[in-house]
């Protein structure tokens, strides 16, 4: 490539991520920045990423969300977006370092939960966010305070089975011996314990 296309390719990128950050209409946008960079959308979503990233890390989730709702416009069949959102907002956003509040912590957790779910339906790896939805579901039953989920531990253990089995549904090789042990640790807690 020479100078002057690779000069203004790059004069496309940032005229784009720039605009892409809500300074243009959100129904035109993307539309607009696929059809403008075709295969290059791909490479586009992911310096888009890296800019969510440090929005994240940065604490800005507004801006955050924005260049993560545009990243995935970009390219919505990107599994490692979907699942870098999810588990920003599962994980990070709702651990108890950051949101001491029992019930916003839930918010957080059902956010990240839905952004997956959102995701496997476009992904190209749907089973990897399905193992990840369960995964994060695992992880908050283990806390040494997890947050008031309807049905409490036992539930969420519950819930991370469903979503290991729905993984190996859609092929992921460790879903069905992680939808076992999660059905494991669920009966562990719902069952009376023994007469004395």
């Given at each position: 490539?020479?100078?002057?296309?690779?000069?203004?390719?790059?004069?496309?990128?940032v005229a784009l991520s720039a605009g892409l950050d809500g300074r243009l209409p959100r129904e035109r946008s993307p539309a607009l920045a696929v059809r403008l960079l075709g295969p290059l959308a791909?490479?586009?979503?992911?310096?888009?990423?890296?800019?969510?990233?440090?929005?994240?890390?940065?604490?800005?989730?507004?801006?955050a969300l924005a260049r993560a709702a545009t990243a995935l416009e970009l390219d919505p069949g990107d599994t490692a977006g979907w699942s870098m959102l999810a588990w920003?907002?599962?994980?990070?956003?709702?651990?108890?370092?950051r949101e001491p509040a029992?019930?916003?912590?839930?918010?957080?957790?059902?956010a990240g939960l839905e952004t997956s779910l959102r995701g496997e339906a476009v992904a190209r790896a749907p089973g990897e966010l399905?193992?990840?939805?369960?995964?994060?579901?695992?992880?908050?039953?283990?806390?040494?305070?997890?947050?008031?989920?309807?049905?409490?531990?036992?539930?969420?253990w519950d819930e991370a089975a469903r979503?290991?089995?729905?993984?190996?549904e859609l092929g992921h090789p460790e879903g069905a011996a992680l939808a076992e042990?999660?059905?494991?640790?669920?009966?562990?807690?719902?069952e009376p314990p023994p007469p004395r």
């Open positions: 490539m020479s100078s002057r296309a690779a000069a203004a390719l790059g004069l496309v990128l791909h490479t586009a979503a992911r310096l888009q990423w890296v800019r969510a990233r440090s929005a994240m890390v940065a604490g800005r989730t507004d801006l920003h907002l599962a994980m990070e956003r709702g651990s108890i370092q029992p019930a916003r912590r839930v918010v957080w957790l059902r399905a193992l990840e939805r369960g995964l994060m579901l695992a992880q908050v039953a283990e806390e040494d305070a997890p947050p008031p989920w309807p049905g409490g531990v036992a539930a969420l979503a290991f089995a729905r993984a190996a042990a999660a059905r494991a640790q669920a009966a562990v807690l719902v």
